[in-house]
């Protein structure tokens, strides 16, 4: 049996064809830890975004720094930033 690669997990999720699609798709994979550590991630994003330190995200959110330092290197390396992801990505509230 061949192994799933990172190219065929994106392939599966490009097919999805709506929001409720998309996450009848992510909750089928994902378990709701992986859910919830994914949303995390995401929430370190749009804090960064906002221009939050890194020790308050981490805080916040309740992770390491070092969870919140993976994020922000992402950001250094600017690829991140040139996706209409990050573009449209709405930093949080508050």
Same mark, same amino acid.
């Given at each position: 049996m061949k192994e799933a690669t990172l190219e065929d997990l994106i392939a599966s999720l490009l097919q999805a064809k709506s929001k409720k699609e998309m996450e009848a798709l992510v909750r089928a994979i994902l378990t709701p830890q992986e859910l919830e550590e994914l949303l995390k991630r995401l929430e370190i994003f749009k804090q960064l975004k906002k221009g939050i330190s890194q020790h308050k995200i981490a805080d916040k959110i309740g992770v390491g720094v070092a969870t919140v330092t993976r994020g922000s290197l992402?950001? !250094?390396?600017? !690829?991140?930033q040139k996706t209409s992801w990050w573009r449209n990505l709405t930093p949080t509230r508050g």
């Amino acid at each position: 049996m061949k192994e799933a690669t990172l190219e065929d997990l994106i392939a599966s999720l490009l097919q999805a064809k709506s929001k409720k699609e998309m996450e009848a798709l992510v909750r089928a994979i994902l378990t709701p830890q992986e859910l919830e550590e994914l949303l995390k991630r995401l929430e370190i994003f749009k804090q960064l975004k906002k221009g939050i330190s890194q020790h308050k995200i981490a805080d916040k959110i309740g992770v390491g720094v070092a969870t919140v330092t993976r994020g922000s290197l992402e950001l !250094q390396r600017g !690829q991140i930033q040139k996706t209409s992801w990050w573009r449209n990505l709405t930093p949080t509230r508050g």
